[in-house]
T-cell receptor, first 111, second 113 residues
Framework: GENVEQHPSTLSVQEGDSAVIKCTYS??????FPWYKQELGKGPQLIID?????GEKKDQRIAVTLNKTAKHFSLHITETQPEDSAVYFC??????????FGKGTHLIIQP | NAGVTQTPKFRVLKTGQSMTLLCAQD?????MYWYRQDPGMGLRLIHY???????AKGEVPDGYNVSRLKKQNFLLGLESAAPSQTSVYFC????????????FGDGTRLSIL
């Protein structure tokens, strides 16, 4: 089955700096890569997604990149703000079993 | 539009007791999923359903049963709760599987003593 590795497990950045979270996947058939943000006491919420026919996608301060050849994808958050503090999950999908989640990155924004 | 609603939000059980977690969605989604979330483990799929009346096993199905009698509801049952089932349980739904986003509820926090 699909295997998704996510790094780092914890990331601490100064407010205003950029944050980058990286993931790799194993199944070359995967073609959909959503990212979720989970705030304390809440369920994961979709923040951005990318499909395998696209190399990069941006939405305001958030961008995702995908390298199909290397089987890795990344989340970039620029000009980080306190409300960006949360756990972020990368996921990989495209098969019959739905999405496979990475183990999560705890992003801490230092004031 | 409530999205995905899970009940109860919290529950404490004794070992050996049984209970059912309810998930309801109002988005007319075909697919529904149950996950458990444990520290450092991410989300692991327990069972899922591709439509009313169907269920299938996920990554960690042992000790759980599910039913999808109505399209909008997906029930997760623990017949004989064990301390290893202490976790946060999330339900999700989607239009299709694999290449569409899943919409999550806010979870049920379950402790087994």
């Amino acid at each position: 089955g699909e295997n998704v590795e996510q790094h780092p497990s914890t990331l601490s950045v100064q407010e205003g700096d950029s944050a980058v979270i990286k993931c790799t996947y194993s199944d070359s058939a995967s073609n959909y890569f959503p990212w979720y943000k989970q705030e304390l006491g809440k369920g994961p919420q979709l923040i951005i997604d990318i499909r395998s026919n696209v190399g990069e996608k941006k939405d305001q301060r958030i961008a995702v990149t995908l390298n199909k050849t290397a089987k890795h994808f990344s989340l970039h958050i620029t000009e980080t703000q306190p409300e960006d503090s949360a756990v972020y999950f990368c996921t990989s999908g495209g098969g019959a079993d739905g999405l496979t989640f990475g183990k999560g990155t705890h992003l801490i924004i230092q004031p | 539009n409530a999205g995905v609603t899970q009940t109860p939000k919290f529950r404490v059980l004794k070992t050996g007791q049984s209970m059912t977690l309810l998930c309801a969605q109002d988005m007319n989604h075909e697919y529904m999923y149950w996950y458990r979330q444990d520290p450092g483990m991410g989300l692991r799929l327990i069972h899922y359903s591709v439509g009313e009346g169907t269920t299938a096993k996920g990554e960690v199905p042992d000790g759980y049963n599910v039913s999808r009698l109505k399209k909008q509801n997906f029930l997760l049952g623990l017949e004989s709760a064990a301390p290893s089932q202490t976790s946060v349980y999330f339900c999700a739904s989607s239009y299709t599987t694999g290449n569409q986003p899943q919409h999550f509820g806010d979870g049920t926090r379950l402790s087994i003593l």
